[in-house]
T-cell receptor, first 122, second 107 residues
Framework: EVQLVQSGAEVKKPGESLKISCKGS????????IGWVRQMPGKGLEWMGI??????????NPSFQGQVILSADKSINTAYLQWSSLKASDTAMYYC?????FGAGNSPFDSWGQGTLVTVSS | DIHMTQSPSTLSASVGDRVTITCRASQSISTWLAWYQQKPGKAPKLLIYKASSLESGVPSRFSGSGSGTEFTLTISSLQPDDFATYYCQHYNTDPFTFGQGTKLEIK
């Protein structure tokens, strides 16, 4: 069974850094892209970007480029989303998700993590 | 970037109704379109991919159609479990943007 398990909720202050994780199991982690999706409180889904753990090829939504960094460590089947300096506007639920097609970034997400709630407040 | 617009934003309907949600793309995306269902506090669930292909395990009352720039999601006979928010997403060229969502409410 494919599973994506995300790290727990975080409460941070503006200006702090943060790295959240998404651990995959039940499939060959290195050969499927992993995407990240933001959902601000009461709002819709926003596609942030995707990373291919096999070679760390990364595609960013221009709206998020320079604001976050996607990374992955295929040796421990884990993808990461990180910020160097959080803002209050980063408060949101963040989901990792796996596309349904092997090796294809342009494929819809059929497996999702449970979400990581990030709260940024002074 | 390709912009996705859903209509309506909110839809009130009753159990047993047939409902249709529309999604329009700002440029042609062939059939590279997916539909998701999201319930409060839960991750989205994939319903339809490639515009009209039903994901495994999804009830047959859900169907999708369209190509190019205009797409629809139809629920043939609403069940109590179907009241949720629905999103379309293109996956033609990145960024693979989502529509703004359609909240399906009980009338």
């Amino acid at each position: 069974e494919v599973q994506l398990v995300q790290s727990g909720a975080e409460v941070k202050k503006p200006g702090e850094s943060l790295k959240i994780s998404c651990k995959g199991s039940g499939y060959n982690f290195a050969t499927y892209w992993i995407g990240w999706v933001r959902q601000m409180p009461g709002k819709g889904l926003e596609w942030m970007g995707i990373i291919y753990p096999g070679d760390s090829d990364t595609r960013y939504n221009p709206s998020f480029q320079g604001q976050v960094i996607l990374s992955a460590d295929k040796s421990i089947n884990t993808a990461y989303l990180q910020w160097s300096s959080l803002k209050a506007s980063d408060t949101a639920m963040y989901y990792c998700a796996r596309p349904r097609s092997f090796g294809a970034g342009n494929s819809p997400f059929d497996s999702w993590g449970q979400g990581t709630l990030v709260t940024v407040s002074s | 970037d390709i912009h996705m617009t859903q209509s309506p934003s909110t839809l009130s309907a009753s159990v047993g109704d047939r409902v249709t949600i529309t999604c329009r793309a700002s440029q042609s995306i062939s059939t590279w379109l997916a539909w998701y269902q999201q319930k409060p506090g839960k991750a989205p669930k994939l319903l339809i991919y490639k515009a009209s292909s039903l994901e495994s395990g999804v009830p047959s009352r859900f169907s999708g159609s369209g190509s190019g720039t205009e797409f629809t999601l139809t629920i043939s006979s609403l069940q109590p479990d179907d009241f949720a928010t629905y999103y379309c997403q293109h996956y033609n060229t990145d960024p693979f943007t989502f529509g703004q969502g359609t909240k399906l409410e009980i009338k």
